[in-house]
Nanobody, 126 residues
Framework: QVQLVESGGGLVQPGGSLRLSCAVS????????IGWVRQAPGKEREGVSC???????FYSDSVKGRFTIWRDSSRNTVYLQMDNLTPEDSAVYFC????????????????????WGKGILVTVSP
């Protein structure tokens, strides 16, 4: 059974940092793309970062230079380090998994992902 479990969200001040973790089970990490999709109230869903098993990485323009994604296959976990956070980064962040080629979809990769976690809330506020 495939499971994606997010952790690490919470409340942080502008300029602060958070690290999200996505613990995956039920499949072999190297055969899947893992991406983070965020949804804020009143805004469109946005794929912010994705890493696939072939070493390719995607960042949306809105987070490029501030967010870093990496995977630890020994722990079956994918991480998203978020630095220099702004209130515009506030959203529910979902860990998603899908086929490796999904990364070519850019910020819409979430539309082709097969599996989703329950999501975790990130709030950036003074």
């Amino acid at each position: 059974q495939v499971q994606l479990v997010e952790s690490g969200g919470g409340l942080v001040q502008p300029g602060g940092s958070l690290r999200l973790s996505c613990a995956v089970s039920g499949f072999t990490l190297e055969y899947y793309a893992i991406g983070w999709v965020r949804q804020a109230p009143g805004k469109e869903r946005e794929g912010v970062s994705c890493s696939n098993g072939n070493g390719k990485i995607f960042y949306s323009d809105s987070v490029k230079g501030r967010f870093t994604i990496w995977r630890d296959s020994s722990r079956n976990t994918v991480y998203l380090q978020m630095d220099n956070l702004t209130p515009e980064d506030s959203a529910v962040y979902f860990c998603t998994a899908g086929p490796n080629p999904a990364i070519v979809a850019g910020s819409t990769f979430g539309e082709v992902m097969h599996y989703w976690g329950k999501g975790i809330l990130v709030t950036v506020s003074p």
